[in-house]
């Protein structure tokens, strides 16, 4: 069924679903490579005009790639949760958005939602919703995971200590492990990005962080973002605490990855069998980001926020840890400068959470971004009162190992102070006692005759 | 007093006791902080890094440097370019940076059709860093030619190509009917790298194919992969594409050449 919208004289007709989506996307320059997006500004708001007015109810008859052939479509229609969904069933999309900004959605009632939501409604949603609204919505949903410790507890803000080295050097990479810890970094996971995806390299830097972890009792997680398959390899062998995995929106982009649901229930199962997380069985950690399903010429028609929507389905279904959408890695043929990587990061942020995730950003450009480190402050800055989950840590900012520009740990002390955001309770009281942090949230002095600095000299 | 101490008033920044763990890194640790901050010194370092990125991205090819060195090595040079107008729309339409324009077909094609067939197409191509072709590529070809030369392997026209992805190489091989081509092009500039040059060969280019067709080799630049290592590998990589007919995945890099 068209989709219609009069301006004027002019009247504006969108064939299907995916089409009003796309026309109704916040312009952004992957979309406009799929040839995908509005052809005027005029075309795009009377798109939205007609996003909101359709019935949330359309999102569960029309599938946007169809059900015969893509397992994440199946997978959205036959788990979705009718009972949670029966507040909102009556709603259109234009009327989700005002109620969601109402104080009738509060916390625990978004919570019970999330289930009843898909991924093509939230989507929907946020192409009608300013960012201040993004960051309202987002606000209000809690979404805590535990396996060491307490992620996502309002008030708190993780981060993921990356510690990558150009060649996987276990020195090299203990180092920064020490610099961020000594930086009050570390607590979301401490996370490799191995230069290669070599089985053996993977169980040596997994055994080194182990050790690490165990050797100081750090009440964190650790690690290694190899393939799922590779991970499924050596868990006999070596310690895995979560298991990594790209993910996508669409069957076929997972196939890109070499994945599918089958594969990453495998990998859930075994994780799980290895019973190693103490105050909880979150065992999964999901990277996205929009582009995927375009860069693998695997999007069917759909624009990229819409796709990138789709994939958190997939992270939703194995109850993850950490979700992470990596923004602005992909590049400028997909998001071309700050503005569009900022409006990017808070939809997929928003997305996450509404829908349950434990969601956190890597806030972040390569260098033929038009982007820079004032960019990421601003969305660094905006995504702390959103109530993001956590961020990347990285010495300095800079990923030697992938030549991106993220956050450093610098830029995570910022955020907490101006913000009043404290790290994971257990592994606050860690850096407490390590005199790292004092009670106060301020990082302390550490002398050089400290553990963690004479042990690896 | 070092660059690095200038400016400071005395007390305001704490420099961390664990500097000695650089010697194990050259990641950005131990930067020291006033307040939760990094200091001035080291945020002007970042983002001097990051200005010589951003210039190597909208850096010029030097053609006319360019083809005069090619010509005193004897070898005839085409100047060509890519349907991307542009670095904006290069930047953000990476399918018309694979192909070339009209009169870039039109030339290679009447060079085609009076020359024989041919062996090796070398091309050129900007890339993300003009600056890494600039400084990289004569240095490597003057390793590289004669090993070619001496191997009797025959060169097709050399190309230098602008506003150019990798895979315009395909097109370029193809019109040349050269049965190998090799794209000398810069890479995506990292913050200590702008000008990493990258190496990738085609057997039997045609427009298409796709990465896994192609063999790869990376870093080329005076801190990174040397010229030496560089071409020699370079043309292990030829004479193995030559002998097994392919390239890609199935040509795999047994010479060990490369940790």
Known sequence: MPYKTTIGNHTYRFDDLKTVLAKAAPYRSGDALAGLTAGSYEERVAAQMALADIALQDFLQQAIIPYESDEITRLIIDTHDAQAFAPVSHFTVGQLRDWLLSDAADTPTLQSLAPGLTPEMVAAVSKVMRNQDLISVARKCEVITRFRNTLGLKGHLAVRLQPNHTTDDPKGIAASIVDGLLYGSGDAVIGINPATDSPAITVQLLQLIDELRQQYDIPTQSCVLCHVTTALTIMPRAPVDLVFQSIGGTEQTNSSFGVNLSILQEAHEAALSLQRGTIGSNVMYFETGQGSSLSANAHGGVDQQTCEARAYAVARRFNPLLVNTVVGFIGPEYLYDGKQIIRAALEDHFCGKLLGLPMGVDVCYTNHAEADQDDMDNLLTLLGVAGCNYIMGIPGADDIMLNYQSTSFHDALYVRKVLGLRPAPEFEQWLVKQGIMNEAGNLLKVSGSHQLITSHL | ?259
């Open chain 2, 1 to 259: 007093m070092s660059s690095s101490e200038k400016h400071i008033i005395p007390g305001t920044v704490s420099s961390d006791p664990w500097a000695s763990l650089k010697a194990f890194t050259p990641a950005r640790i131990a930067l020291g902080r006033t307040g939760t901050a990094i200091p001035l010194q080291e945020v002007l370092q970042f983002r001097m890094a990051h200005a010589h990125a951003r210039d190597a991205v909208y850096s010029l090819l030097n053609t006319d440097t360019l083809i005069a060195q090619l010509q005193s090595l004897q070898l005839p040079v085409n100047l060509l370019h890519s349907q991307a107008a542009d670095r904006h729309e290069y930047l953000q339409r990476p399918d018309k940076g694979r192909k070339l324009d009209i009169d870039s077909i039109n030339l290679l094609t009447s060079l085609a059709g009076s020359s024989t067939q041919q062996s090796v197409s070398i091309v050129l191509a900007d890339g993300l860093s003009a600056t890494a072709i600039n400084n990289n590529a004569l240095p490597l070809l003057e390793i590289l030619l004669p090993m070619l030369q001496q191997a009797a392997i025959p060169l097709a026209p050399l190309s230098i190509v602008q506003q150019a992805r990798v895979a315009i190489g395909d097109e370029i091989g193809s019109l040349l009917k050269a049965e190998l081509v090799v794209v000398l092009i810069g890479e995506r500039p990292g913050l200590s790298s702008p000008d990493s040059l990258g190496v990738y060969l085609t057997y039997r280019p045609q427009p298409g194919l796709t990465d896994e067709a192609r063999n790869c080799i990376s870093n080329i630049r005076p801190e990174g992969l040397s010229y030496q290592a560089a071409a020699t590998k370079l043309f292990y990589l030829i004479r193995e594409s030559f002998r097994l007919r392919l390239s890609g995945v199935l040509l795999k890099d047994n010479e060990k050449l490369i940790k």
